[in-house]
């Protein structure tokens, strides 16, 4: 089975909830190439097998999620020494390593009252993980719709960022990802900049009407300040970046150019 087929039967499970989840990650990345908007390049984008599955801290979700999950055909792994685990699902061997897990917003000091760090929640059957920032991949979601080569039916759809929240939540949690991961996000930046090249002006005026205005002063600094540090000059996060992809040759200097200029007409 296919990572798009496998990712077609976790929309299928999840379907009595779609209204209520946004896939963000790099399947949010993949899926945008789905959107009207988007000027689909002729590369392949960047595989990923981890489908991370987001819903707000205040979400009422009815019903049991575990249970839909299990008779779809996932197995439920129940990962960390965390109260309650993190649950991970999974499709077996013949998924190419697919598997699920899902997220929540960490808000105000991420401590219960006992000083516990709160780590994760249970909710509907799932375990969440708790994550910074989280919370501005929720805020004012697309929509995408899935075709029949997804293995759903016709009108399905599912919510993801929208491109501008997307970016601004990489850049916030940049100096927490590993070096890997770090290089992995700077891809992800370039490209969905250079996906929604036409549209920077809308998401731009998006990015000031609706979604700055939800952030502490604290963090529009830390945003500003992470644009200059990851942008401002060339080094090897960047040419790390530039060397994943095996089907295009990237240049690390207009890479960079590219995205400081388009992030500072858009979110500056």
Known sequence: MSEQLAFGRLVAGLSPWLGK???VGGWAFRLYRLHPGAEVPLYRPVVTLD???AFAEGERLEGNIRARLLDTGFVENLMGNHRPPVSQYTLGDDASG?????LTPLTGSGRRRDGEPMVTVARAGVTAQRLRHLDLLLEAPWQVNLGADWGVGPDTSVRVPNPA????????????R?????AQDILYIHDTLELFGGQLDALGQLWRDALAPTLHARQ????????DAIFGRLDDRIR?????PADRELDPERMRQMCRMALGDMLE
């Open 21 to 23: 989840l946004v896939f």
């Open 178 to 182: 590993l070096p890997g991961k770090k």
């Open 165 to 176: 929240s997307f970016i601004a939540q990489r850049l916030l949690i940049h100096d927490q």
């Open 240 to 244: 790390d970046a530039a060397a994943i």
């Open 98 to 102: 697919f598997y699920a897990e899902f």
């Open 51 to 53: 489908a991370d599955v």
């Open 220 to 227: 529009r600094r830390e945003l500003l300040q992470a644009i």
